[in-house]
Antibody, heavy 119, light 108 residues
């Protein structure tokens, strides 16, 4: 059964770069059928797609975040990662990693990791 | 950009009742690209429906999806106690992925 697990700092200072990694187990990130995505959810709010990566390194980003986002894959470790630069309090959220099936729907999801932007 | 609207914002029902949730797109979309998710407090979202009407693996058949064009519906035929949650629709369009604001189904 495919499982995803987010990891990274829970506290980031304003203007710094948020870095998270998602470790995939129970399946290969090299599977040509799947993409891999990041989604976030600010406290008490809805879901926002951040971006998606393919095992080849091809990426798709939310236009509203594109200037600050980098997503990349490490196939040797079966991981993919998110970097979000110049963070502000508005980037405080639970960040989820997920398999992005057929570049269409998201399933399954990691349990999520809380990231707070504060000095 | 296509905007998704969900209604109602909150639906108060009793176990055993039927729930009908609406997701409306600001312009016509392909039903192939419409999905529904359930999120319980403190948990990650769970895929319920993809392609507007296909149930995801392990999803009970009391959950069904329908619709086309701009109007899509998630129906829960008989609410079980574990079904009370927030439900989101999600759309793929022009290499971008958008979620609706959600409908909360709570216990009346």
């Amino acid at each position: 059964q495919l499982q995803l697990q987010e990891s990274g700092p829970g506290l980031v200072k304003p203007s710094e770069t948020l870095s998270l990694t998602c470790t995939v187990s129970g399946g290969s990130i090299n599977n040509r059928s799947f993409y891999w995505g990041w989604i976030r959810q600010p406290p008490g709010k809805g879901l926002e797609w951040i971006g998606t990566v393919y095992y080849t390194g091809s990426t798709y980003y939310n236009p509203s975040l594109k200037s600050r986002v980098t997503i990349f894959v490490d196939t040797s470790k079966n991981q993919f990662s998110l970097k979000l630069s110049s963070v502000t309090a508005a980037d405080t959220a639970v960040y989820y990693c997920t398999r992005h099936e057929a570049l269409n729907w998201f399933d399954p999801w990691g349990q999520g990791t809380q990231v707070t932007v504060s000095s | 950009d296509i905007v998704l609207t969900q209604s109602p914002g909150t639906l108060s029902l009793s176990p055993g009742e039927r729930a009908t949730l609406s997701c409306r797109a600001s312009q016509s979309v392909s039903s192939s690209f419409l999905a529904w998710y359930q999120q319980k407090p403190g948990q990650a979202p769970r895929l319920l429906i993809y392609g507007a009407s296909s149930r995801a693996t392990g999803i009970p058949d009391r959950f069904s999806g329908s619709g086309s064009g701009t109007d899509f519906t998630l129906t829960i035929s008989r609410l079980e106690p574990e079904d009370f949650a927030v439900f989101y629709c999600q759309l793929y369009d022009s290499s971008s992925f958008t979620f609706g604001p959600g409908t909360k189904v709570d216990i009346k």
